[in-house]
């Protein structure tokens, strides 16, 4: 966590300094994003189950190039995205040379099950601005992995060697840290599409999350809304 709010705390700290050494003139050209979104998990093995609202977060400063006189631009820049996959699973070993997921037994009270994986993004985008102040994107980012953990909330149990559950009905809260076997890169396809600040965004990451033979091929699609005041 607190190598999350660092980064987005530079962000912010890269923004106001860009601000204050350049003229305003390139002060427009610089965005500042916020937004929120639910994932898609595909390629959940058959027996498992993820929420239907696995809510997420993205924040993001881009530089705006505008192509001479037109509505079209060019944009760069850096981000930070949070992703979440809330489930009726969890992994036993995040250290395993491969990753599984087990089904939580149907006798156990639990509040939550998640994985949660954070990405350093560099997002590119071309993008049209019209004079009616309506805005579309299409696209592409890369990010590197800069946190994988789980968590997990409910009754503490054990599984015997024969299936059988052991629960004592005691509520813990368990987070490990450095899931291992996640993929370092992850690349994708992006869309946006709105009017003045508020925008309809989307992801399509087109890596797994998983190394190849290291766990189930998972990937995300991101449906959400970004605020862009600048």
Do not use: C
């Not at 004079?131 to 909330?153: N, P």
């Amino acid at each position: 966590m607190k190598r999350i709010l660092l980064s987005v705390v530079g962000i912010f700290i890269i923004g106001s300094v860009f601000s204050q050494i350049v003229n305003e003139s390139t002060i427009r050209k610089f965005n500042i994003g916020v937004g929120m979104s639910t994932d898609i998990w595909q390629g959940l093995p058959p027996d498992m189950k993820a929420r239907t609202i696995n809510q997420g977060a993205q924040v993001f400063g881009m530089y705006n190039y505008r192509v001479k006189e037109s509505s079209i631009y060019l944009a760069g820049g850096i981000g930070i995205g949070m992703h979440n996959m809330y489930s009726d699973n969890y992994i036993a070993d995040v250290r395993a040379d491969s990753i599984s997921f087990l089904k939580i037994p149907g006798d156990v009270d639990y509040k939550k099950s998640k994985l949660a994986l954070t990405y350093i993004d560099v997002p590119l985008e071309f993008r049209i601005k019209t004079d009616k102040h309506f805005r579309i994107a299409f696209g592409f980012k890369f990010g590197f992995l800069i946190d994988a953990h789980t968590k997990y909330k409910g009754n503490r149990f054990t599984i015997a060697d024969d299936g059988t559950t052991e629960t004592d009905r005691v509520n813990v809260k368990v987070k490990s840290k450095d899931v291992k076997q996640v993929e370092t890169w992850r690349y994708g396809p992006t869309f946006r599409i709105g009017y003045k600040w508020f925008n309809l965004t989307v992801y399509y990451q087109l890596s797994k999350v998983f190394k190849v033979d290291k766990g189930p091929q998972l990937y995300p699609i991101s449906i959400g809304l970004a605020v862009i005041p600048f």
